[in-house]
């Protein structure tokens, strides 16, 4: 059965750091581009970080930008994000998510998802 399955999240103060941890299964991981979603209380869904399947593409949130790290190992089909100094307004619930498998440009990488992950709670306070 195709499962995503974070862990990783946690309380941290502000400034800290904290890795998220996706395992995949039930997919040709290698094949899929991947990603971290995450949702605040109250707001929409938004997209932090995306990688292609051969790591020739990474994107990321601007609000991220030089903070958080996303990194895929296909041999464990494990994908991750490093999040240094994270903010107050970093605190969500983060969803990993792999593609459907329909893109064929790179630059299209986490635009058509096709499973989700259950996601992790990432908490930044004091």
């Known amino acids: 059965q195709s499962r995503l399955a974070e862990s990783g999240g946690g309380l941290v103060q502000p400034g800290g750091s904290l890795r998220l941890a996706c395992e995949v299964v039930?997919?040709?991981?290698?094949?899929?581009?991947i990603g971290w979603f995450r949702q605040a209380p109250g707001k929409a869904r938004e997209e932090v970080s995306c990688?292609?399947?051969?790591?020739?593409?990474?994107n990321y949130a601007d609000s991220v930008k030089g903070r958080f790290t996303i990194s895929r190992d296909n041999a464990k089909k494990m994908v991750y994000l490093q999040m240094n100094r994270l903010k107050p307004e970093d605190t969500a619930i983060y969803y990993c998510?792999?593609?459907?498998?329909?893109?064929?440009?790179?630059?299209?990488?986490?635009?058509?998802?096709?499973?989700w992950g259950q996601g992790t709670q990432v908490t930044v306070s004091p």
């Open positions: 998510a792999i593609g459907d498998g329909s893109i064929t440009r790179v630059q299209d990488i986490c635009t058509k998802v096709g499973s």
């Open positions: 039930g997919f040709s991981f290698e094949y899929y581009d």
């Open positions: 990688i292609s399947p051969g790591r020739l593409k990474t």
